[in-house]
Every structure is written in C-alpha cells, then in structure tokens.
C-alpha cells in the first residue's frame, strides 16, 4: 500500500490529509490558534468534587471545567499529587533527580474520588479528549509521553512490548535492551515500529524523552494553575512518528519551514527514506494539484456514492451515527443473495474509510441490506473488521443481528471532522420557496410601474436567457418587451446575462448603473 501525505499550510492553520493507494482517507486540520489538544499536559485546579460520578471537574483554563474520572486517575495519583506539589516548590538551578523521587503506594481500583483529591489539589493532567460539542476536555493522570519507539510513563518500572510484535524471541530481546538502559521511575511501552531496531536507537529515544519530562519539570517550577505545561508536538510531527513505515512514497508541503522540520525528523529516525519528502510551489492549490479538494467534496455530505451504483446515507443524532445502505442500480447477477453480497462488501470498504476520514466517534448502527445465510454475514463483518485494520483509534465490531444491523464503537479524540459540501441555492437563498415562474413576469412589471413613477426613464433589464427569449417572442409589435414600452411610454431594453440564475434579475440606468430596489 502506497501512503502520500499531502500537507497544505495556510495563515489559519496546517490542513494535513493522507491518502493510501491515492484515496483519501484522513483529513487533519491544526489550527493555529488551536489549544487544549490530544497530549498536552496542563496543571490545573480541582474545582468541585463529585461522589455520585466518583469524579472531578478540573479548571485548566477553559471555558467549561474538564472532567476527570476515578478510572483515568491513574494507580500512581498519590505520587503525581506529591511529584506536582514538589516541581511546582523546587528552587534548585538543576532541578531535583527524578531517578531519586519516592513513589508513594499505589491507589486503589474502587477506591473514591474524594479519598485522593481531597483539600482540591493542584495536579498535572493529560489531556485525554478534546473539547467535544458543549463538554469540557476530558483528562487522565496517566501521564505518557510517546516517542518514535517507545512510550515512557513515569512513575512505574514496568516494561511492556507491543501486542502487535507477534514474535516472542524479538519481544524478550526488546524487553531485555530496555530494561537494561532505561533510568529509574521510568516505565516503557515498546512500540511496533520499534521491531528490528537496535539498542542505540531505543536509547535515543529514552534519552530524548527523559529530557523531554525535565522539561516538565522546569515549566512546573513556581507555575500558578491553571496553566499549559507541556505541548503535544504538532499534527504534522505526530502523525510521522505514529504512522510513517515503509509503505510512504511521498510527502508533500507547500511551506518551507514544515519541509525542512519534516525533512530534518524523518532524516533523525529513517535517513533512507528523507528524500520523500518534497517542497511545493507550483501556483495551483496543492490540494487541488494531488485531487484532494476534489476527494473532499465528493466523500462529505448525507449521500456517498460509491463506484458501482451503489449509495450510503449518512445521519448523526446526539446518541449514535446511523449508515444506511442501499444497492441503487448495481447488479452483478441474477442472484438476489449474490447482490446483496457485492454490495455489502463494497459498502464495508467504503465506511470503513468513512469513518476515519470524518473522524466519527461513539456508536455507529450500519444497516446492510438484508442477507439470508449466515457464512454471508460472517463474511461482511470479517471484511469490515479488516478493512478497520488500520484504523489507529480504538473500535469494536459486532456480528451482524437477524435484523440486519451490525453495531460498530469507535473511540472518540476529537471532534468530528464535519465539512458542508452543499451550496446554497441562489433561486430561494436555502428557504426551499420562490417566486413562481408565473407571476415573475407580474412582478417585473410592477417594479417597472414603480421606477417610471419615479421618473426613471430608459431602462435596461438583464435576465436570464430563458426568460429574455419569453419577454421578447413573437412579433415586435405583439412582445411583452414592446407592449411595456407602450403602456409605460418609455425606452425599456431587455439584455441576457448567462450568469444569472432563472428569477433573477436587475435594472439599470441610462449610464448602466444598477437601480437598487
């Protein structure tokens, strides 16, 4: 599978989208006045405690409090509570050794809320969940900080491996260098992309993340919450150090310093493959050159069409998403079951990539078309679980019920990704009403007997050319054009503009300025 990542940088913002065997399946969008992202730490102010929720809204200066939950408190609270209070006090140059901190005893799993953020503590958080619809952030107190190999999480001794690194010999070596090199009060969590590589390159990276959390330590000391601490790196970056792999071919922006930042990590961490990396500066829209403004506009909307026919219905309520498909006029035999089948699979592929494209989060009820054997369901939803495969936020997918609905989760970071593709319509300006056809000619008319009376004299109207052929018909004599000109006693010239929509009109004077009515 060929990757492209098309970056477009603009004065709002960075627009990222990524597309696999050119189809676009991701859209990215930073903002440049963009805050309380995925990743950032803050150190903010227990507000209110709730029991009946066993949870906390945090003030981290947004407009609504953030909600922390008893489960996202993290085991080692107590010691980010002692660690927080002791960074924020800490007068020394160097800062203290955080090898030498003392952990405190672990929470417990059904403990309350109450029992650990008593007296309303300040406490550092992560951000977990960006602000979704009229809802604060939601924060975690498990802290990870995640580099190109591996993640560190402070506080803990733990060595974890990737699930997805199937072989056990190169898990135990993997284990084995980073226990062998990993500083004191700091826990790992290898990576995927870490398979194969050697001891130096995780130790870079250890390296870079240790000095990453004295950073934090630094920005801690003599903080008032509530206030950013630490800033997730930007989109751009984030997305390389998460998904770049041997399947890219080419990555491309239109802004100079994000190709040389982008050049300069991917030379860090896979010199072989920075010559991918391209700078753009051609005239046309860079996302119009790669035909992803064209993908944009066709994939966003209530109907996605798909190749064969086909069509999804696409409908968002506050609960749940709901995806409708619907066969349209593809055929491919005589077999009613056979069709449906076809379809069905075809449409699978195609939410599967809607649902990372726009980003879609909760539950999600798919109705497929109707299916009569069971090893037909079945194969439905083995295809969509495949195609979610890479799909990098979490998701569950459910067997496919007798009614036809196959009941999809997928977690949610942010919010949706939602782009108006319609336009409004210039006949009725969106109202769905307009004048009838029949009575503009009447309208016409008296806008006519209102200008002559107040002596305005040669006239010029521009209308649409169907409605210039119907004002000027028939002989001169006979024309609506020549009958106002005898009732009225007055020049009145009818000209056609192609530019106009079929109700609309102007008037203009003898010097062609437009007569505002």
Known sequence: MNKDLIINAAPTGVEIALLEDKKLVELHNEKSDASFA???LYLGKVKKLIPGLNAAFIDVGFEKDAFLHYTDLSPYARSILKFTQQAIGDKSEEGFDFTKFQIEPEIVKTGKINEVLSGKPNVLVQILKEPIAAKGPRLSCEISLPGRYIVVT????VVAVSKKIHSSEERKRLQKIVESIKPRNFGVIVRTAAEGKNAADLHEDILMLVETWKNIQKNLRSAVAPCKILSEQDKTTSILRDLLNEDFNRI???DKNIY?????YIQ?????????????NNGIPIYDQYGVTKQIKSSFGKTVNLPSGAYLIVEHTEALHVIDVNSGYKSVSNNQEENALQTNLEAAEEIARQLRLRDIGGIIVVDFIDMKHPENKKRVQDA???FMRPDRAKHAVLPISKFGLMQITRQRMRPEVNINTSEICPCCNGTGKTTPSVLLVDEIEKRIHYLVTHQHKNLTLMVHPILYSHLTKGWFFNSIQAKWKRKYKTNIIVKKNNDYYFTEYHFFDSNDEEIKL
């Open 38 to 40: 995925v990743g950032d």
């Open 154 to 157: 402070p506080f803990n001794d």
């Open 252 to 254: 491309v922006t239109n």
């Open 268 to 280: 860090k961490f896979a010199p072989d493959k920075a010559e991918i990396v391209s700078f753009y």
């Open 260 to 264: 040389n930042d982008t050049r300069n």
């Open 384 to 386: 969509m679980e495949e």
